[in-house]
């Protein structure tokens, strides 16, 4: 990936990010190789509209900017870098924290993006982090939400087989079709979220005989 052209700063300051020497609009171009043709990436990004928008969020139960959150994290590194070279980071630590929070309930790399956004704010001065937990970003806001998200996450894992087993149970059927490949994960992945008395029914595409252990067994009825 090559850099088009160095960032563009708007001239004047924005107000609502007292504290950071943030711009109300940054300009990105980049290239994806040397040639003309893949300098396709030209964007505008407003600071000013990211802030409300995430105070929108955290404080008004409004919708997340999810958009501009991804949009910042996936900025070429250079970029990303001169957010905090210059003063703004900000933005960009609230960008790594939403998505982190996005992420939690699906994808295996929250943790990542929580650890990038704690990098970031650890790279501060420490006047600089007490003006982060006091300034007009909510960042004490977002921290706690992604540490509420992680309880009620954990609490979902814990509960969910119990609730959907109860006193009477609850008849689901999982279908696995395979062709020679690996079924290690339905220990690993499936059973510990599977209610009782479910069911496995497994198709072999291939004639091949199932090895079914016997933590399998003793958690489905199985079908071959």
Not at 102 to 123: C, F, M, N, Q, R
Not at 150 to 179: H, K, M, N, W, Y
Request: net charge negative; proline share 5%; charged share 25%.
């Amino acid at each position: 990936m090559v850099c088009k052209a160095s960032l563009w700063l708007c001239a004047c300051c924005l107000c609502g990010a007292s504290a950071f020497t943030c711009y109300p609009e940054y300009q990105f171009s980049w290239c994806d190789n040397s040639t003309e043709a893949s300098c396709i990436h030209d964007y505008a990004f407003s600071v000013g509209h990211f802030q409300r928008k995430l105070d929108d969020y955290y404080n008004r139960n409004r919708r997340p900017p999810l958009a501009e959150a991804f949009f910042l994290t996936k900025l070429p590194r250079p970029y990303q870098e001169q957010f905090m070279e210059s003063g703004c980071a900000a933005p960009l630590i609230m960008a790594y924290l939403l998505v982190a929070e996005a992420k939690l309930p699906t994808d295996d790399d929250a943790e990542k993006y929580a650890s990038i956004a704690a990098g970031l704010v650890d790279s501060l001065s420490e006047q600089t982090q007490e003006i982060l937990h006091t300034a007009t970003w909510p960042f004490r806001e977002a921290v706690a939400r992604f540490d509420q998200t992680v309880q009620d996450i954990q609490e979902a894992q814990r509960s969910f087989p119990s609730l959907l087993g109860g006193t009477e149970g609850v008849s689901v059927e999982f279908v696995v079709v395979r062709c020679r490949e690996p079924m290690d994960w339905l220990e690993r992945e499936l059973l510990p979220m599977a209610p009782a008395h479910s069911a496995l029914r497994i198709y072999e595409k291939c004639g091949e005989n199932t090895d079914i252990t016997d933590a399998l067994r003793s958690r489905f009825s199985v079908a071959e």
